[in-house]
C-alpha cells in the first residue's frame, strides 16, 4: 500500500475531528460518508453510469480500491448510496506551478444522484476524500479534469479552491476539453 511509513496510519484511527475506523461513518449532515467496500460495488457503478459518460469496467473500480481505499468514499442517504469519489494517488510534478515534484490526489471520478444534489454531498465527499489524501497518503497536492462545459461540477471544484491550471483540447472520446484543475492539500 503506498503509505509514507514516516506518517504512521494508526494516528488517524483516533477519531479527532469526524474521521473515524474504515467502514464506520464519517459525518452526520442529513447524509453519512464512509469508506467504499467492494459490497458498495454494484450501486456504485450504478450511479456512475446513470451520472456519466465516463464508465469503467469492474476491474478498474476494483484496482483502485484496493491501491487506495481511504480515498474511496461513498455518500448514504434515505438508506442507500447517493454519490462516491474516487481518487488515484501519483508522484508527479507539481499542478499548483511549483518546481517541484508532488504527491497528488487524482480525482478519477465523483458523481452524486440527480435526486441528491445541493444538498453538500459532492462537497463533503470531495473534502474528506482530500482530507485524507493529506493525511494518510502524504498528498500535496489534488487535481481533476473536468469538461468545459461542465458548470455544477466547475462550480464545486472552485468554492473548494481548486483553480484551472491547463486546458487539454480534445481530452475526451467525443472531443470535448478538459480544465485541469488544481488545488493545494494545506487547504484540507
Ligand atoms: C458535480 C456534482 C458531483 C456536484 O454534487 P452536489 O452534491 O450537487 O454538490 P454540492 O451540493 O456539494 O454543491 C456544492 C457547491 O458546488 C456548486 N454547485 C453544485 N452544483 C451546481 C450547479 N448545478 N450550478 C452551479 N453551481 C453548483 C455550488 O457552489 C454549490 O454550493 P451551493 O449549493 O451552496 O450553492 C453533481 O452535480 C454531479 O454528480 N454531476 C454529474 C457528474 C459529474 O459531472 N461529475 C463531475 C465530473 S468532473
Same mark, same amino acid.
Given at each position: 500500500?503506498?503509505?509514507?511509513?514516516?506518517?504512521?496510519?494508526?494516528?488517524?484511527?483516533?477519531?479527532?475531528?469526524?474521521?473515524?475506523?474504515?467502514?464506520?461513518?464519517?459525518?452526520?449532515?442529513?447524509?453519512?460518508?464512509?469508506?467504499?467496500?467492494?459490497?458498495?460495488?454494484? =450501486?456504485?457503478?450504478?450511479?456512475?453510469?446513470?451520472? $456519466?459518460?465516463?464508465?469503467? @469496467?469492474?476491474?478498474?473500480?476494483?484496482? *483502485? &480500491? +484496493?491501491?487506495?481505499?481511504?480515498?474511496?468514499?461513498?455518500?448514504?442517504?434515505?438508506?442507500?448510496?447517493?454519490?462516491?469519489?474516487?481518487?488515484?494517488?501519483?508522484?508527479?510534478?507539481?499542478?499548483?506551478?511549483?518546481?517541484?515534484?508532488?504527491?497528488?490526489?487524482?480525482?478519477?471520478?465523483?458523481?452524486?444522484?440527480?435526486?441528491?444534489?445541493?444538498?453538500?454531498?459532492?462537497?463533503?465527499?470531495?473534502?474528506?476524500?482530500?482530507?485524507?489524501?493529506? =493525511?494518510?497518503?502524504?498528498?500535496?497536492?489534488?487535481? $481533476?479534469?473536468?469538461?468545459? @462545459?461542465?458548470?455544477?461540477?466547475?462550480? *464545486? &471544484? +472552485?468554492?473548494?479552491?481548486?483553480?484551472?491550471?491547463?486546458?487539454?483540447?480534445?481530452?475526451?472520446?467525443?472531443?470535448?476539453?478538459?480544465?485541469?484543475?488544481?488545488?493545494?492539500?494545506?487547504?484540507?
Amino acid at each position: 500500500m503506498p503509505l509514507n511509513p514516516a506518517k504512521p496510519v494508526y494516528a488517524i484511527s483516533l477519531n479527532l475531528v469526524g474521521f473515524t475506523l474504515k467502514g464506520q461513518n464519517l459525518s452526520s449532515q442529513g447524509f453519512d460518508v464512509r469508506v467504499f467496500t467492494i459490497s458498495d460495488l454494484e =450501486r456504485v457503478m450504478h450511479i456512475n453510469a446513470k451520472c $456519466l459518460p465516463e464508465n469503467y @469496467s469492474s476491474y478498474f473500480y476494483r484496482d *483502485l &480500491y +484496493t491501491k487506495y481505499p481511504e480515498t474511496f468514499l461513498v455518500a448514504e442517504a434515505d438508506g442507500e448510496i447517493q454519490g462516491y469519489i474516487m481518487c488515484r494517488i501519483e508522484r508527479g510534478w507539481s499542478k499548483k506551478g511549483k518546481l517541484s515534484a508532488a504527491r497528488l490526489a487524482h480525482v478519477v471520478s465523483i458523481a452524486v444522484m440527480e435526486s441528491h444534489r445541493r444538498k453538500g454531498i459532492g462537497k463533503e465527499l470531495i473534502v474528506q476524500s482530500m482530507a485524507r489524501a493529506r =493525511r494518510l497518503y502524504d498528498c500535496d497536492e489534488g487535481y $481533476l479534469e473536468v469538461r468545459v @462545459s461542465n458548470e455544477p461540477a466547475i462550480g *464545486l &471544484y +472552485t468554492k473548494l479552491g481548486y483553480s484551472k491550471v491547463k486546458r487539454n483540447y480534445g481530452y475526451y472520446l467525443d472531443g470535448e476539453d478538459a480544465w485541469v484543475m488544481a488545488v493545494s492539500l494545506e487547504e484540507f
